[in-house]
């Protein structure tokens, strides 16, 4: 596939070539297609970006797509989760359909990459699991899915969580996770020994939820990182939210960012109205590995989210206050490939601000047409014309799946 007239990451016009999966080749434009008229893809001069990698979803909680409902949850997590608990059977549509509705509205939306929890607890089990392994094989040919095993309740409150979470890793969840090990289940040494544990047990990664304030979350935050050194993880441990790991001292978050960078434990942001979280340039800058997610979508949780990262990427920039164009872009850079190399850290990873990179030979051709005249114009504006790649196959159009063979 070629696709003519396109403008790498809002820079010259360029015609760039898909093989096996990847870029193979980046000129010039020209003005007659170099190719079969049915390998040539007119990208009428759009903007030529990664595709979206949304490395923090809940799609078993999602309420897109259905009639809109009063928000009715109580304050704090548990109050929330139970809310959900409360309500996510009597949904208009069964869950799995829900689940894949919003997948395909999220890859429509150009997300080709996508880590999504699914909430394993005394009272779902593992229906809500299954719903969100049956999303992925139904847009297996649209996009990568990684599933967390996901204690929404805690590992400890409720008997029979950590069966089920061992039971979900046997048939192929793909992450272990873990939520406030000292707020929600009180024994934050049990609550990391059984994560960190079955992590090694079925050789996956971590990704912990860490909604806990000041100097609470930091202590959860060393737990983390003493354990992680201790068992070897680095570079397979992810910090979700964090919310509050900025708020302490400045001394506290510089340290913080240090040890991060040389554990190699990533961060997930969903973008949140908090005033002090980690400061996005300066994890960058340091090395951290920071991806975008989009959190719950019009779920029981909250009415916000509607599958866009391009949305997402706009409040990543707003809450952070940016307004020069550069760190606006990085915002996009982190959306995309921020998270994939969350996702693989072996991938190419972002070195700074200015870094625009996915966009090269040998890289995956997992890509974005998006219109726009530059990509912070792009940003603002959200524009509905959009042309979705996956592993070198056009796979969404228009804001429309594309049928597939």
């Keep these: 596939m070629i696709l003519q007239q396109v403008r790498p990451w809002g820079g010259n016009l360029s015609d760039v070539e898909l093989q096996e999966g990847r870029i193979a080749a980046v000129r010039p434009a020209a003005a007659v297609p170099d190719g079969p008229a049915a390998d040539v893809v007119d990208g009428r001069g759009r903007l030529l970006l990664p595709s979206f990698a949304d490395v923090h979803v809940h799609l078993d909680s999602t309420r897109l797509g259905l009639p809109f409902r009063p928000h009715t949850g109580r304050p704090g997590v548990w109050g929330m989760m139970m809310n959900d608990r409360e309500n996510w059977r009597d949904a208009e549509a069964p869950i799995a359909d829900r689940t894949?509705?919003?997948l395909g509205t999220m890859i429509e939306y150009g997300t080709t990459r996508v880590r999504s929890y699914a909430q394993i607890d005394a009272d779902c089990r593992l229906d809500r699991f299954d719903a969100v392994v049956a999303a992925r094989e139904t847009h297996s040919a649209r996009a990568d899915v990684e599933i967390i095993a996901f204690p929404q309740a805690g590992l400890l409150l409720e008997d029979g969580v950590v069966p089920l979470m061992e039971e979900a890793l046997k048939q192929g969840a793909d992450v272990m996770g873990?939520?406030?090990?000292?707020?929600?289940?009180?024994?934050?040494?049990?609550?990391?020994?059984?994560?960190?544990?079955?992590?090694?047990?079925y050789q996956v990664p971590i990704d912990i939820h860490l909604h806990e304030p000041g100097e609470l979350g930091v202590y959860s935050a060393d737990l983390i990182l003493e354990r992680t050194r201790a068992t070897g993880m680095q570079g397979k441990v992810t910090i979700s939210h964090g919310y509050s790991l900025g708020s302490v001292s400045e001394s506290t978050t510089r340290r913080l960012i240090e040890e991060f960078a040389a554990a190699d434990i990533a961060m997930a942001t969903v973008a949140p109205s908090i005033r002090e979280p980690l400061p996005l340039r300066q994890l960058t800058e340091a090395g951290v590995r920071v991806g975008l997610g989009e959190d719950g979508q019009r779920d029981y949780w909250s009415p916000y989210g509607n599958g866009d990262m391009l949305d997402r990427t706009w409040q990543l920039a707003f809450t952070n206050g940016y307004r020069a164009d550069e760190l606006i872009e990085h915002c996009f850079a982190v959306a995309s490939i921020g998270g994939a190399c969350v996702l693989d850290p072996s991938a190419v990873r972002l070195t700074g601000i200015s870094d625009r990179p996915g966009l090269d030979i040998g890289d995956p051709a997992e890509l974005l047409l998006l219109g726009g005249e530059t990509v912070?114009?792009?940003?603002?504006?959200?524009?509905?014309?959009?042309?979705?790649?996956?592993?070198?196959?056009i796979v969404a159009d228009q804001l429309e799946l594309v049928p597939l063979p």
Excluded: N, W, Y
């Design 100 to 102: 894949a509705f919003t």
């Design 178 to 201: 873990g939520i406030d090990p000292c707020q929600l289940d009180r024994d934050p040494v049990r609550h990391l020994d059984i994560v960190f544990g079955l992590a090694e047990k």
């Design 376 to 393: 912070t114009s792009a940003i603002m504006d959200r524009p509905a014309d959009r042309t979705v790649i996956h592993r070198g196959r």
